[in-house]
């Protein structure tokens, strides 16, 4: 296929994408494969519309929240310029206009079709200068309710420091430097050996501006290569974000009282209600509005504020406790002595 210039790089793209992983690394066979999209024996490629329902069959919140969507039409309407040999410049006059697109579909658009990767908050676009402010950066209204302690806080920033200089001795700045970042906190003690931490930047979605299958080195797809303004991206981004650093932070406490042998249920019950709220919230990027994200993020907000305020409660519980048991201990030792000193004098 490769001389007359078709791709053959399709199997590559798959085995380094979500799908691959989930067959080979869980072992899930009901994993999308070639013949999923392609058919058994016709193998044929699949129009825009088959593939969009071949993903809501397990997608299918998606797939609904999407074509409820505004998005949805306006990409019918770009479908039917295109399909009449129309052009992004056609219509606009600005960097889309040198896009070279030729469909969009409801899912492959920002998904892709073969390398489906993790989805991740760099395909908003909108990213802070360093991943590590996702959870330890506060952010939005309640930003100062998730401040660090000054020792932590002054750790943090030194660890953060440290990595910013070693970045730019190595001339990396922007998405490049991002990346590297992504991987050097992932392998930083306080985030290696601990368990509870182990997928850690799964969890709040916090992954590379690019992936490689082999030595190719591709972009993923962001708001910001078809959108120039990026309101929904900005509001996106800072809902999660905001929600990601109270999550975080509470779930930093309750784990600290929880090593400290004290009672964290109700934190983690509370915890749990933040995370399900997360969750939806990254399903309702699929919505293209604001309305329901922010509903979304306020009651996760709320879960996540109880949460650490009962984490903190706990904590103060083990600081009391130990403060206690050194007092105790203090009394015992000085009975002791008093009671040795009696014995010799006696």
């Not at 030729?102 to 200068?129: K, W, Y």
């Not at 932590?152 to 990396?172: F, I």
């Not at 929880?258 to 934190?267: L, P």
Request: a positive charge; aromatic letters at 6%.
């Amino acid at each position: 296929m490769a001389p007359y210039g078709i791709a053959t790089d399709q199997f590559a793209r798959w085995r380094i994408s979500v799908h691959a992983k989930a067959m080979f690394e869980k072992d899930d066979l009901s994993a999308p494969t070639c013949n999923d999209c392609h058919g058994n024996h016709g193998a044929t490629p699949p129009g825009v519309k088959s593939v969009s329902f071949v993903c809501g069959n397990c997608h299918g919140r998606e797939a609904e929240l999407f074509r409820a969507s505004k998005k949805a039409g306006g990409w019918a309407q770009h479908n039917e310029l295109l399909g009449s040999g129309g052009k992004c410049g056609d219509c606009h006059d600005d960097a889309r206009a040198k896009l070279t697109m030729t469909q969009f579909s409801d899912c492959v658009t920002c998904h892709e079709n073969h390398a489906v990767v993790r989805p991740s908050v760099a395909m908003i676009g909108v990213l802070p200068d360093v991943p590590c402010a996702f959870c330890h950066e506060g952010a939005g209204a309640l930003a100062t309710l998730v401040a660090e302690p000054a020792k932590k806080a002054s750790h943090y920033r030194e660890m953060r420091d440290a990595l910013l200089a070693a970045a730019a001795q190595q001339h990396l700045t922007g998405d490049a430097r991002f990346d590297w970042l992504v991987d050097q906190a992932q392998s930083l003690p306080t985030h290696r050996n601990r368990p509870e931490f182990a997928r850690l930047f799964e969890k709040f979605r916090i992954g590379k501006t690019h992936y490689a299958f082999g030595k190719v080195k591709v972009a993923i797809r962001r708001c910001g290569d078809c959108h120039i303004s990026g309101d929904f991206a900005k509001s996106y981004s800072d809902a999660t974000r905001s929600l990601t650093s109270m999550i975080a932070r509470a779930e930093r406490i309750q784990l600290a009282a929880h090593r400290g042998g004290v009672e964290t249920r109700n934190a983690r019950a509370e915890l749990d209600g933040a995370i399900d709220n997360q969750i939806e919230l990254e399903t309702l990027v699929h919505t293209f509005g604001t309305t329901e994200v922010q509903k979304k993020q306020t009651e996760g907000l709320g879960h996540a504020r109880a949460a650490l305020l009962s984490a903190q409660k706990s904590l103060d519980e083990l600081g009391y406790r130990r403060r206690g048991l050194f007092v105790a201990l203090g009394i015992i030792m000085a009975v002791l002595v008093a009671l040795a000193m009696k014995i010799r004098s006696g």
